[in-house]
Structures are given as structure tokens and as C-alpha cells.
């Protein structure tokens, strides 16, 4: 290729890539800081309302340093989006709107990371990593067998050997500064992983639309569609991209390689020239398997999601009416593109098209509120208070509290009395209580001799039920069958108050 052709291709690269636009962007060192400090950590998908909140911070924040930085963060969000940078999704079957990096956005990111901390070339890892997919390459790609046997059985005898020196002691462990090297180049081909999972993303999205374009065209690549997707053909998972990625995918989810790699991965982490790894590299070596399933989910979840919503399209007939509609479309571009050298654009045609709209009102055509309106048209009395009684203050007392000292006096006058006709040790229930006394305070009456007995007295295991008797506020006489509480001894005044719990004594 000529270096006008590169440059004629790289310009028109340069228009079209999205993470070109974000390396050449005005604010872009800003905007990448944002983007990597909120969707390219732990969380690569973000509501859009939480989203716009924190950046809103970091917007007031990265304004007091003197930086200019008119807009909001959900007009910025929309330039971004616009641009390429991020991708708008809907949040499973709900109304939610999330955003994340799209693949530009993404390998954008990574080239500023590999910029800020470059890694070191031509280190000794790579080199035998390269050489060993080498050599494994011309194995499996020899057309001769024979020699493909001489290269095995060459590298069992290199095994051999290594297994000989290492019975022998000759052979020492890799650690230090070369295991930290391997460790650190294994983590930098994990980093791209991302990428990939986004261009798969990408990829799938590009077929669900081509698809649908084929649908909508006549001919024989409508038909063959059409024909696929009423077989039940899944179109998105036999694809070239569909296929690739379920055996990745399948690899992932092996349960024996799973177990392996977290071995593998434990094992690592306890020799002694993993404490020279720092924090974040632990951490992305010991959670990289699950990274990979998780990321494997989603594009799961998107496959089935495109073959579903293809195979809905087309069996509710849907793609009719579009084909109608894109049918009448280019009819009117062609008639356009035929009187465009005599009719301009923006020369009036005398139709008129009603268009949906949002009805406007003028402010003025609001009703305000008139506190006149609600003006009370008579003066307002005011009543000076009567001086209240001491009669009228226990009246009250006694509505809103049981009168234990009342109860107390009649459980012992009742007690007395039937000690005095003989037995020393006589005792008097409840019903004995009310028979000599009336509740005076209806159902409060009652609770409060219960919890009198319940404090002060016995309440026999298995005794019958004794029916208790009141008169009611309205007036009405009730009764309740409880069991049957025993007065065995007097009640002290001060310890009768303790009998209920002062946060109970209410209105009853």
C-alpha cells in the first residue's frame, strides 16, 4: 500500500473511529478520567441518573482547580454519547436507561493506560511465550505427520530431561524478579479482555442490524431470512461470531478448568515473590475467572435477547409494515433527487404535515392562589379558660389512667373481710373482688385487678375460668370468662403502682 493510499484510508479512519475522537478531543484528558473513574472499574454499567450525579461532583470539584467546564453532566453525557464514547441500553425489561463504554471507548482507555505506565519490552516472558505458541503452531499445522511425531517426541525428551534435573536438584524454582515479570505480562494480556468482550458486543449488534436490513429487502437474502428464522434457525448463535463465542464460552464454564485455574491461582498468590505484587494485581489475578464468567453471562443475555426479538419480529409480520414504509421512503428520496436541480430544499411545497407536539401554555393563562379567597369573614372568639376543680382534675386523671390506689383498697377491704370470718389464710379472686366492688372504670377496672393478681398474687396452673362482669362506657353490660387470679395477701400501696407499666397507663 502507497502512503497516499495509508493516508487517504487512515483520514478517513480518523472520521469514522470513535476512540480517535476521544484522543482528539478538546477536554480529553478529563474526559477519559471521568469515563475510567466510573465505568471502567468494578462497575462497566451505570444507571443514568446515578451516573449523572457523580459527575456532577467531579464536574464543582474539577471547577475550583480552574478548569472550564460550563456544562452539565447530562449535556456532556449526550456529547459522548453522540460521539461514540458511550452506549445507551435499557436495563433488562424495565423503563431504566444505563450507560457504558462502548468498544472505541474502551480500547480508547487502554491506550492512555498503556501510555501512563508502559510496560517493559522484550522481557524474557514474553519472548518464550511467543516462541512456545510458535513452535505449537508449526506442530499442529505440519502436513506430515512424521515430522509432527520427531517435534513430540523431541519436547517429551526435553521434559525428560527437565524431570531428570529436577530429581537431581539442578533445576531451581523460577521466582524473584523473573516470576514477577511473567505474573505481571499474564495480567497485561488479561487487561485486554474487556476489549474483546466489548467488541464481541459490538459485533452481535452489527448482525441483529444486518439481519433486519436483509429482511426488509426483496429478493433471494429476504427469503433466505425469512425461511431461517420460521424453521426456528437461531441466525445470531450459527453465525461466524455466534459459533466462536459459544466455544469460548464453553471453555469458560468447564467446571475441570475452572477448578485448575483457581488452584493454579492459589498456588501463585502463596509463594514468596507474590507479596511483591501490589493490591490491584492480586486482586484482578484472583478474580479474573469469575470476570470471565460474568462477561460471558451478558453476552448471553444479549444473543438471546437478538434471536428472541429477531424471530418476534418477524413471526408478528412486523417487517410488512416497515418494508411498506421503506418502500414509500426511497420512493420520495428518488422523486427529491429527480427535481433537485430546479426545486431547492427549503422552497415551500404547500402541504402542511400535523405533527406531534407538546400543547404550550402561557404563564399568564395560570390560575395563582388568592389567599383572599380563604379570608374567614367573621372575627375569631377567643374563650378565656374556666379555673378547673379539684374534682374536675381526678375526673380526668381517672379517664386516662387505671386508679390502682382504688383497686388496691378494694382487693385488701375484700381480703380482710374473708380472713375476719375465720380462715387467716384465706385468699379472694377477681370475681370476688368485683362482686363487693363494681368496675367504676368498666374495662380499665378489670385490667388492672388482672395485673394486680398477676403482680401481688397466684394464678393457679389449670383452674377453671371465672367470669368477670363490667358495665361499659356506652352503658351496656359485658362480660369475659379469664382464668381464675387469686388474691393470697395484702397489697402495699407503694408496690401496687408496679403492677402496670407506667407506658400503659392510657385511655382504656
Do not use: C
Amino acid at each position: 500500500m502507497s502512503a497516499t493510499a495509508r493516508a487517504l484510508r487512515l483520514l478517513q479512519r480518523l472520521e469514522e473511529d470513535a476512540a480517535w475522537r476521544l484522543l482528539r478531543a478538546d477536554n480529553a484528558p478529563i474526559v477519559a478520567a471521568l469515563l475510567k473513574e466510573h465505568l471502567d472499574g468494578d462497575a462497566t454499567r451505570l444507571d443514568a441518573e446515578d451516573l449523572y450525579e457523580r459527575l456532577d461532583a467531579d464536574l464543582e470539584d474539577l471547577r475550583t482547580h480552574g478548569l472550564s467546564l460550563p456544562q452539565t453532566a447530562q449535556a456532556y453525557v449526550k456529547q459522548w454519547r453522540d460521539a461514540g464514547f458511550l452506549v445507551r441500553r435499557a436495563a433488562g425489561d424495565t423503563r431504566v436507561e444505563t450507560l457504558e463504554l462502548s468498544g472505541a471507548g474502551v480500547a480508547a482507555l487502554r491506550f492512555l493506560e498503556s501510555r501512563d505506565a508502559p510496560r517493559r519490552s522484550l522481557t524474557e516472558s514474553r519472548l518464550a511465550s511467543l516462541s512456545t505458541q510458535l513452535r505449537q503452531l508449526a506442530i499442529d499445522t505440519d502436513p506430515s505427520s512424521a515430522r509432527r511425531l520427531e517435534r513430540l517426541l523431541e519436547e517429551r525428551d526435553a521434559l525428560d530431561a527437565r524431570i531428570a534435573a529436577i530429581q537431581e536438584g539442578r533445576d531451581d524454582a523460577l521466582a524473584g524478579e523473573r516470576a514477577i515479570e511473567r505474573v505481571q505480562d499474564l495480567l497485561a494480556q488479561a487487561a485486554e479482555v474487556p476489549d474483546d468482550f466489548a467488541r464481541v458486543r459490538t459485533e452481535f449488534e452489527e448482525l441483529n442490524g444486518l439481519l433486519r436490513r436483509r429482511i426488509l429487502e426483496s429478493g433471494e437474502s429476504q427469503r433466505a431470512v425469512l425461511d431461517d428464522v420460521f424453521r426456528g434457525v437461531d441466525l445470531i448463535g450459527e453465525s461466524d461470531a455466534g459459533r466462536s463465542f459459544a466455544g469460548f464460552s464453553a471453555l469458560v464454564l468447564d467446571p475441570s478448568l475452572g477448578a485448575a485455574f483457581e488452584e493454579d491461582v492459589r498456588q501463585v498468590l502463596e509463594r514468596d515473590f507474590a507479596r511483591s505484587l501490589t493490591v490491584a494485581e492480586r486482586r484482578a489475578l484472583r478474580e479474573f475467572l469469575t470476570t470471565l464468567k460474568d462477561r460471558s453471562a451478558e453476552i448471553h443475555d444479549v444473543i438471546t435477547q437478538f434471536a428472541r426479538g429477531l424471530r418476534r419480529y418477524v413471526r408478528s409480520q412486523d417487517y410488512q409494515r416497515d418494508r411498506v414504509l421503506r418502500g414509500l421512503i426511497q420512493e420520495a428520496l428518488g422523486s427529491a433527487r429527480e427535481v433537485a436541480d430546479s426545486i431547492k430544499p427549503w422552497a415551500p411545497l404547500g402541504i402542511d404535515q400535523p405533527l406531534t407536539h407538546v400543547a404550550l401554555r402561557s404563564v399568564g393563562a395560570l390560575a395563582l392562589h388568592d389567599p383572599s379567597e380563604f379570608h374567614a369573614a367573621r372575627e375569631i372568639e377567643t374563650h378565656d379558660g374556666e379555673v378547673a376543680s379539684l374534682e374536675d382534675l381526678r375526673a380526668l386523671a381517672r379517664a386516662t389512667e387505671v386508679d390502682f390506689d382504688e383497686l388496691t383498697a378494694n382487693v385488701n377491704t375484700v381480703l380482710t373481710a374473708a380472713r375476719a370470718r375465720g380462715d387467716a389464710r384465706a385468699s379472694v379472686t377477681v370475681g370476688d373482688v368485683l362482686a363487693a366492688h363494681p368496675a367504676t372504670q368498666g374495662v380499665a377496672s378489670i385490667v388492672g385487678l388482672l395485673a394486680l393478681a398477676a403482680a401481688h398474687g397466684e394464678v393457679p396452673e389449670g383452674a377453671e375460668p371465672e367470669p368477670l362482669a363490667w358495665t361499659g362506657a356506652d352503658g351496656a353490660a359485658r362480660q369475659a370468662r379469664v382464668r381464675r387470679h387469686l388474691f393470697t395477701a395484702p397489697i402495699g400501696g407503694a408496690s401496687a403502682r408496679t403492677a402496670f407499666p407506667s407506658h400503659t397507663r392510657r385511655p382504656l
